[in-house]
Nanobody, 123 residues
Framework: VQLQASGGGLVQAGGSLRLSCAAS????????MGWFRQAPGKEREFVAAIKWSGGSAYYADSVKGRFTISRDNAKNTVFLQMNSLKPEDTAVYYCAADSSDGLGRLPILYDYWGQGTLVTVSS
């Protein structure tokens, strides 16, 4: 599976961005998908994950109620809608695929990774 993340950019605090992750290769719809982020000097951290069916999703406490993960299996794409952005959301955001269809929050559980897209939130 090859993953290509896009949609990052510069936004003011309180604004919104929508990230996309396009997948190609093996059967996308059999994988759960996750979003992670990594700020400068910090560990990569879990943001959100969604099962292949789209029926279950899981969020980090820090983004719950502000971010929404969704997927369109017909288009092999997963999305992360980010609202009410805060400066602390500034990071490189990565999408990842898990062949076991889990909702894990550990990076090691994911088999494939995209290249990342930078989100910068100004105060």
């Amino acid at each position: 599976v090859q993953l290509q993340a896009s949609g990052g950019g510069l936004v003011q605090a309180g604004g919104s961005l929508r990230l996309s992750c396009a997948a190609s290769g093996r059967t996308f719809s059999s994988y759960s998908m996750g979003w992670f982020r990594q700020a400068p000097g910090k560990e990569r951290e879990f943001v959100a994950a969604i099962k292949w069916s789209g029926g279950s999703a899981y969020y980090a406490d820090s983004v719950k109620g502000r971010f929404t993960i969704s997927r369109d299996n017909a288009k092999n794409t997963v999305f992360l809608q980010m609202n009410s952005l805060k400066p602390e959301d500034t990071a490189v955001y990565y999408c990842a695929a898990d062949s076991s269809d889990g909702l894990g929050r550990l990076p090691i559980l994911y088999d494939y990774w995209g290249q990342g897209t930078l989100v910068t939130v100004s105060s």
